[in-house]
C-alpha cells in the first residue's frame, strides 16, 4: 500500500505522559499536514510542512505540542503532559504541490485516549 | 470557520443516485471546491475538485453552478458502503492550502 502511514492507530495513555506519533506521508509528496478531530466535529488543521520546513503552526497547538519532520520525509507529532482533553483522533495527510492544486490525501488517524 | 453550509443529514436508497448540495456563496475567484468523505472512524478520503467546470471521475460527479455559489457531489449509484460524512471544503491554493471542514452531511444509504 502506497498511502499515507500512520503509527500507531490506538493509544491509551494516563494524563501527565508524554506521546509521540509517527506519520509517514506517500513516497515524494512535499507538504505534510496534521490535523486533530474530535468526535462529532470535522478534521482542523494544526500544523504543516513544507520539505522539512515548519510553515504554520495553527493557535490550536499549543506549547504541549511539537511537529517535526527531520529529512523532509517521515514526520512525528509530540504532546508532552497529556491532558483529558487531548484526548481526540490525530490525522496526518500528504500533498504534492504542483501547477495550482495541493490535493491532500489522508492517512487512517491515530486515535488517542487520555485516561 | 468553515466557508460552505451543508445539509445536517440525508437520506438515499441503495442503486439509486446520491446528490448532495453544498452552499459557498462567498467563494472567491481563485478558491477551488474539494469533496472529501469519511467512514465511520477512518480519515477522510478524497473524492473530486473543481474551479469553474463541471468535473467527473470514477467516483464521483461534481456540479458547480455558474456563479460559483454552490455545487452539488453526484454518486451515480449509491451503495450501502458509500455511507459516511461528506465535506464540502473551499480552499485557496496558496500559502497554506490547509483545509477548513465544516460539520459535513451524514449520507445514510439504505438497502
Known amino acids: 500500500d502506497t498511502g499515507v502511514s500512520q503509527n500507531p492507530r490506538h493509544k491509551i495513555t494516563k494524563r501527565g505522559q508524554n506521546v509521540t506519533f509517527r506519520c509517514d506521508p506517500i513516497s515524494e509528496h512535499n507538504r505534510l499536514y496534521w490535523y486533530r478531530q474530535t468526535l462529532g466535529q470535522g478534521p482542523e488543521f494544526l500544523t504543516y510542512f513544507q520539505n522539512e520546513a515548519q510553515l504554520e503552526k495553527s493557535r490550536l497547538l499549543s506549547d504541549r505540542f511539537s511537529a517535526e519532520r527531520p529529512k523532509g520525509s517521515f514526520s512525528t507529532l509530540e504532546i508532552q503532559r497529556t491532558e483529558q482533553g487531548d484526548s481526540a483522533m490525530y490525522l496526518c495527510?500528504?500533498?504534492?504541490?504542483?501547477?495550482?492544486?495541493?490535493?491532500?490525501?489522508f492517512g487512517p488517524g491515530t486515535r488517542l485516549t487520555v485516561l | 470557520d468553515a466557508k460552505t453550509t451543508q445539509p445536517t443529514s440525508m437520506d438515499c436508497a441503495e442503486g439509486r443516485a446520491a446528490n448532495l448540495p453544498c452552499n459557498h456563496s462567498?467563494?472567491?475567484?481563485?478558491?477551488?471546491v474539494y469533496w472529501y468523505r469519511q467512514i465511520h472512524s477512518q480519515g477522510p478520503q478524497y473524492i473530486i475538485h473543481g474551479l469553474k467546470n463541471n468535473e467527473t471521475n470514477e467516483m464521483a460527479s461534481l456540479i458547480i453552478t455558474e456563479d460559483r455559489k454552490s455545487s452539488t457531489l453526484i454518486l451515480p449509484h449509491a451503495t450501502l458502503r458509500d455511507t459516511a460524512v461528506y465535506y464540502c471544503i473551499v480552499s485557496e491554493f496558496g500559502a497554506t492550502n490547509k483545509l477548513i471542514f465544516g460539520t459535513g452531511t451524514l449520507l445514510a444509504v439504505q438497502p
Open positions: 462567498t467563494i472567491s475567484g481563485n478558491e477551488y
Open positions: 495527510a500528504s500533498s504534492l504541490v504542483r501547477e495550482v492544486t495541493d490535493t491532500q490525501y
